[in-house]
């Protein structure tokens, strides 16, 4: 049974780079399905960020796109997400997902780790 | 972008109901529709995709219908678990977009 475990900082500092890391166990990130990360404000709704095939194609938000980096490490069966310049407003629960290659649901979801944008 | 639109952000109802909570996209996403449940503090769970497939786990009174832009989620009797906010998700074309989520209260 696929597992999906997020990690990174919690806090990050305004104007810097978030960064984040989501660890697939069970099953293998060269699977035929996308990998995607989606966040969610305190209080607020789901945001889709984007996501990755293993052979390195992506897919991003057009509101993120000029911040945003998804990339695959293989060999340590994960996948990362970078977000540059971030805000208060970038503060959120960020999620990792499964994509299935044909019907597009998502699931697995990892238990999502909170970011803090703050000074 | 396609803008998901769910008829209510918040919905009160009692143990045994029958629930139908609606979706509504802003042009037809050819049934790649989800439904999400989450619950307070936790990930979003996968209930029904493809607009009427019950994910593996999911008991049997949580039914999706649907087709072109309009789309429902039914609950056919209310267990306690099931309060929690559900979402719709079109996963017809990038960027994937959520509705805003349709809380469900007990009475």
């Known amino acids: 049974q696929v597992q999906l475990q997020e990690s990174g900082p919690g806090l990050v500092k305004p104007s810097g780079t978030l960064s984040l890391t989501c660890a697939v166990s069970g099953g293998s990130i060269s699977s035929r399905n996308w990998w995607s990360w989606v966040r969610q404000p305190p209080g607020k709704g789901l945001q889709w960020i984007g996501d990755i095939y293993h052979g390195g194609s992506t897919n991003y938000n057009p509101s993120l796109r000029s911040r945003v980096t998804i990339s695959v490490d293989k060999s340590r069966n994960q996948f990362s997400l970078t977000l540059n310049s971030v805000t208060a407003a970038d503060t959120a629960v960020y999620y990792c997902?499964?994509?299935?290659?044909?019907?597009?649901?998502?699931?697995?979801w990892g238990q999502g780790t909170l970011v803090t944008v703050s000074s | 972008d396609i803008q998901m639109t769910q008829s209510s952000s918040s919905l009160s109802a009692s143990v045994g109901d029958r629930v139908t909570i609606t979706c509504r996209a802003s042009q037809s996403i050819s049934s790649y529709l989800n439904w999400y449940q989450q619950k307070p503090g936790k990930a979003p769970n996968l209930v029904i995709y493809a607009a009427s497939s019950l994910q593996s786990g999911v008991p049997l009174r949580f039914s999706g219908s649907g087709s072109g832009a309009d789309y429902t989620l039914t609950i056919s009797s209310l267990e306690p678990e099931d309060f929690a906010t559900y979402y719709c998700q079109q996963s017809y074309s990038t960027p994937y977009t959520f509705g805003q989520g349709t809380k469900l209260e007990i009475k």
């Open positions: 997902a499964r994509v299935d290659y044909y019907d597009k649901r998502f699931d697995p």
